[in-house]
């Protein structure tokens, strides 16, 4: 199984991007899927996930309304739309998928699948 997570970049601050994720390996069919970040010196922390049950999406309370998280399975793809962006957004951002019919999101942070990530950097 691969994973790649595409779109980070350099934006300024209240710019948007869009981070997709996709995988080689498996498809995305009963599959709860997250987002995590990494900024440099601190622990990981888990940002949003979909639940494959109903498609519930759930956001870290620091989102606020800002990330939308989105699944095509059509297409094998997750996304992160990320808008009104903050410097306190930079860090490495990475997609996490789990074991089919298993329940994650948003209680489990132990998924079974990862990319290597995509930087996101946002100037101020």
């Known amino acids: 199984v691969q994973v790649v997570e595409t779109g980070g970049g350099l934006v300024q601050a209240g710019e948007s991007l869009r981070l997709s994720c996709t995988a080689s390996?498996?498809?995305?069919?009963?599959?709860?899927m997250a987002w995590f970040r990494q900024a440099p010196g601190k622990e990981r922390e888990w940002v949003s996930c979909?639940?494959?049950?109903?498609?519930?999406?759930v956001y870290a309370d620091f989102v606020q309304g800002r990330f939308t998280i989105a699944r095509d399975s059509a297409k094998n793809t997750l996304y992160l739309q990320m808008n009104s962006l903050k410097p306190d957004d930079t860090g490495m951002y990475y997609c996490a998928i789990g074991r089919r019919n298993k329940y994650y999101c948003p209680d489990l942070d132990a998924y079974d699948y990862w990319g290597q990530g995509t930087q996101v950097t946002v100037s101020s």
């Open positions: 979909i639940k494959w049950s109903d498609g519930t999406p």
């Open positions: 390996g498996l498809t995305f069919n009963s599959r709860d």
